[in-house]
């Protein structure tokens, strides 16, 4: 009988079948006499809704909480069915089964999935690879592991679905019924609840944020044929502007000594590889781009183009294996006129598998870094070369050695006042000269280490005798004012939930836990999505600002002592206890058990609560323009006045003109009496623009051309 073979994904599907060789593509598989192998299309099954259980889930009732499944059920993705019932057949047909799905927790968790809705019993081994090169996949045929021994793996990926599941349907549910309402759904998460936290928290520290101003004196020094800067020095801010004026008379046009010169030699490492946050950090930081239009991006370079590897990857690092492809890669990027000059100039002994800014396979898990393919751009899109040539240049700065810089530390006393002055002098540019020709190149700061606070000089050929005098030949009072911390954008909510466990408050929850991350590289672009379309968030520009229906959720949240499901120390915890049942250290059911607890006391926190209207958590999108007195606020199929019940009957439906209108929409129409121009379409299918406005308590057409009114 043949063996099953069960990747992840159609590509790793299909690289597998290259790998072993001799087999035939069919519809959704290959097949040999050997071997059949096929594959999942990511999740295949999840866990049922609740009205899956009992009917009467089906609404939505406070009392009916929590909902605790003896036993959870499994249902069929809607747009996937039809591979899951090949797998079933396909199966039939087979002696015995190999999981190769992604070697990681979910990889684990999709093929045990299959494998329980199918009732499939027959023996599994586990391929366990890091590397999709043919050598890799061919190695880890040779070495197939049992696959009980990946079953702690498993309990514990399982753990997390279950958990998950319990949390978000009930604290979902429970709110939503207690402050929501009709048409105004709060969703929580063990996720996008903390993300959002993260975001609220951020807005508080920018609307308490009160800047400072002081002064300081920069003083222009000369020595022969060398100038540089110096800061005056003090132990605390100046706020008095005066003081500081006076210092700068003092010092201009004096002569001054050197009291102290220090030089360090410091070399910068090329940046690592990407991974998927980081690409969609850059992408953002430099073109704009969303994390979900970044993952498009990549999805096409690699599943449509080809040109690129596999992007949802969480590893900044190769396996020993990769090294030759990438040599191969490089020397095939030498035929695009665009990178000749960089390759040429490149040196490929510099990518080995001793170079441990590449090659740490110990960090390598479901997938290596993102770099080229040995595959060559056809046809690309404006915003495909913009992704493709950011991934190109990540990969050649590693045939680049180290830029190497000279540090000079100078303190100069004039006057009796001190001057401190921080150059860095570049000796040798290195890997940097590949971003020379970027676009942007001033924001693209492609570097793992991070400067000192002070103030720090870039200059080349830095002559500098510390015996001589230095002559202030100007200098000028300076003032500074303190700057608000950032509002996040995507690109920056991304890094930041990559690295949320390095603000652990909790010093022995932390330990160990620094590497946590909210969210996977494949979902968090999703769950930004997702709080944009829950109304929670909203972009202005590239900055991200929490609504108000988002900032009182957390506020609740935090109000009902369950700030817990709004920091990161619930998911360290939950990953903490997850790491050591898939070690078969720890029980699942004392988990388990714990978790159906904290459920209990999400619920019951919330039945205990006395709502009235003005504690319902709703969308304000600012005064009734009629009434004057009522706030708008989101229902069912409308937006309308709060007083409703006083007899302001003003209503905004969602539905206009056959279109369903977005939030922004509503905002406009309340702000300002018109919305931006929409595109819409009559009933003939013709597409036609218009703006919506508002005029005496009624939604009108103005058509864009004709500005001709329609009621």
């Given at each position: 009988m043949t063996i099953l073979i069960i990747a992840e994904k159609p590509d790793m599907g299909r690289k597998i079948a290259e790998a072993l060789g001799g087999l035939t593509k069919k519809s959704g598989y290959f097949e040999s006499n050997q071997y059949i192998v096929t594959y999942a299309v990511g999740h295949l099954l999840?866990?049922?809704?609740?009205?899956?259980?009992?009917?009467?889930?089906?609404?939505w009732n406070l009392e009916d909480l929590p909902i605790v499944p003896d036993k959870f059920q499994l249902i069929p993705s809607t747009k996937t069915k039809d591979q899951l019932k090949l797998i079933h057949t396909l199966s039939k047909q087979c002696s015995?089964?190999?999981?190769?799905?992604?070697?990681?927790r979910e990889g684990e968790l999709i093929a045990g999935y299959i494998l329980q809705y199918l009732n499939i019993k027959k023996p599994v081994q586990r391929l366990w690879i890091s590397s999709l090169t043919p050598e890799a996949i061919r190695e880890g045929f040779k070495n197939l592991k049992n696959g009980e021994e990946y079953y702690p793996l498993l309990t514990a990926a399982r753990c997390r679905s279950e958990a998950d599941w319990l949390i978000g349907m009930n604290a979902t549910r429970a709110f939503t019924t207690k402050f929501g309402g009709p048409g105004n759904v709060l969703s929580v998460g063990r996720v996008q609840t903390p993300v959002l936290a993260m975001i609220c928290d951020r807005q508080d520290e920018l609307e308490r944020f009160k800047p400072q101003t002081s002064y300081t004196v920069e003083a222009n020094f000369q020595q022969e044929n060398t100038s540089y800067t110096g800061l005056w020095h003090t132990e605390e801010d100046v706020v008095d502007r005066t003081i500081a004026d006076r210092v700068?008379?003092?010092?201009?046009g004096k002569v001054g000594r050197i009291e102290s010169y220090e030089v360090k030699d410091g070399a910068e490492k090329p940046p690592l590889l990407y991974d998927l946050g980081d690409l969609q950090s850059d992408a953002n930081r430099m073109f704009g781009f969303s994390a979900k239009k970044t993952l498009q991006i990549a999805q096409s370079l690699y599943e449509d183009h080809e040109i690129i590897h596999y992007p949802r990857t969480s590893s900044n690092f190769v396996a020993a294996d990769n090294i030759p492809v990438m040599h191969k890669v490089f020397n095939l990027l030498r035929s695009l006129d665009k990178y000749q000059t960089l390759i040429f100039a490149g040196d490929t002994n510099l990518v080995s598998s001793s170079n441990k800014n590449i090659c740490r396979p110990e960090k390598v898990e479901d997938h290596h870094a993102i770099f080229p393919t040995q595959k060559l751009p056809g046809n690309l899109n404006i915003d495909e070369e913009k992704l493709y040539d950011l991934i190109v240049r990540r990969f050649i700065v590693h045939f680049y050695p180290s830029a190497n810089y000279r540090h000079h530390r100078i303190n100069t006393v004039i006057e009796n006042e001190q001057f401190k002055t921080s150059i860095r002098e570049t000796m040798d540019e290195g890997w940097k000269?590949?971003?020379?020709?970027?676009?942007?190149?001033?924001?693209?700061?492609?570097?793992?280490?991070?400067?000192?606070?002070?103030?720090?000089?870039e200059i080349s050929n830095f002559n500098f005798d510390p015996e001589q005098m230095s002559f202030c030949i100007s200098s000028n009072t300076k003032e500074r004012v303190t700057k608000a911390p950032p509002a996040y954008t995507e690109?920056?909510?991304?890094?930041?939930?990559?690295?949320?466990?390095?603000?652990?408050?909790?010093?022995?929850?932390k330990e160990g836990m620094t590497d946590?991350?909210?969210?996977?590289?494949?979902?968090?672009?999703?769950?930004?999505?997702?709080?944009?379309d829950q109304s929670y968030i909203e972009l202005k520009g590239r900055k991200i600002s929490p609504t108000s229906k988002g900032r009182e959720l957390v506020s609740k949240l935090r109000e009902l002592e369950l700030a817990v499901l709004t920091s990161a120390e619930m998911t360290a915890m939950w990953e903490k206890r997850l790491n050591e049942i898939a070690k078969g250290q720890a029980a699942h059911d004392k988990f388990m058990h714990n978790v159906i607890q904290f459920t209990n006391k999400i619920v019951q926190k919330i039945k205990d609560q006395q709502t009235d209207v003005a504690n319902r958590i709703q969308n304000d999108f600012g005064?009734?323009?009629?009434?004057?007195?009522g706030k708008i606020i989101e229902g069912t199929r409308g937006f309308g006045c709060s007083r409703y019940n006083e007899g302001c009957k003003f209503t905004i439906w969602k539905v206009q003109y056959g279109k369903t209108i977005s939030h922004k929409h509503v905002n406009d129409l309340i702000s300002?009496?018109?919305?931006?121009?929409?595109?819409?379409?009559?009933?003939?299918?013709?597409?036609?623009?218009?703006?919506?406005?508002?005029m005496n308590a009624e939604i009108k057409l103005e058509f864009v051309n004709s500005r001709k009114l329609k009621k």
């Open positions: 999840g866990l049922a809704e609740p009205d899956h259980y009992d009917d009467r889930y089906k609404r015995s089964i190999v999981n190769a799905c992604d070697a990681g700068s008379n003092k010092v201009k000269v590949v971003y020379k020709t970027l676009k942007n190149e001033n924001k693209n700061k492609d570097t793992e280490n991070t400067e000192n606070s002070e103030e720090m000089n690109g920056t909510l991304i890094k930041a939930m990559k690295h949320v466990g390095r603000k652990i408050s909790d010093t022995q929850l946590l991350q909210l969210g996977t590289p494949a979902t968090r672009d999703s769950v930004i999505e997702k709080l944009k005064d009734c323009p009629i009434c004057k007195a300002k009496g018109k919305t931006e121009t929409i595109k819409f379409k009559n009933k003939s299918k013709v597409e036609y623009k218009a703006k919506l406005i508002l």
